[in-house]
């Protein structure tokens, strides 16, 4: 298993992957033209053979915020580290851009909390943060809780 910035050619397997799990509820759906617009914010888990096995993106939201967004592994991969990894990679590349805050919003507070994020109101993030949250199909009664990390 590889985890790496992903490519433009795999832009319709990251939308297919996310999108599949945005039908069970548990991410946000993404166009084709959203994951092309955004594709220097994914990394990739893939396998030997090449083949999707998890996503996560960092998305600048504001100066000096950035979000944890689009965290997959998929099932046959689950609960080996790798979203830890996916996360890791995130957390890296936000420490060499300056980010001060890295923020996720999400159904599973405690994957986050392990890593060193803490809970924290929504409301205190920054408003930009909204701009997603009104095309969601759960807004405004979102249930996710926002979790941060100071770096």
């Known amino acids: 298993m590889e985890i790496r910035k992903a490519r433009l050619t795999e832009a319709e397997d990251i939308r297919k992957l996310v999108n599949g799990f945005a039908k069970e ?24 053979g090449n083949v999707l096995r998890g996503t996560a993106a960092l998305h600048i ?24 990894k996916l996360v890791d990679a995130c957390l890296d590349e936000a420490r060499l851009l300056g980010i001060k805050k890295v923020f996720a919003l999400t159904y599973i507070p405690e994957f986050f909390e392990k890593l060193g994020f803490a809970v924290e109101e929504k409301d205190k993030l920054p408003q930009k943060v909204w701009a997603d949250c ?6 405004p009664d979102c249930n996710e809780v926002a979790v941060v990390l100071s770096m």
Not at 25 to 48: C, H, K, M, Q, T
Not at 61 to 84: C, K, N
Not at 134 to 139: A, E, I, M, R, S
């Open 25 to 48: 509820g548990l991410v946000l759906p993404r166009s084709l033209a959203d994951v092309y617009e955004r594709i220097r914010d994914f990394y990739v888990l893939v396998d030997d």
């Open 134 to 139: 009104v095309n969601c199909p759960h807004f």
């Open 61 to 84: 939201v504001w100066q000096g915020w950035a979000e944890v967004r689009s965290l997959i592994v998929t099932g046959e991969t689950r609960g080996a580290g790798y979203g830890r």
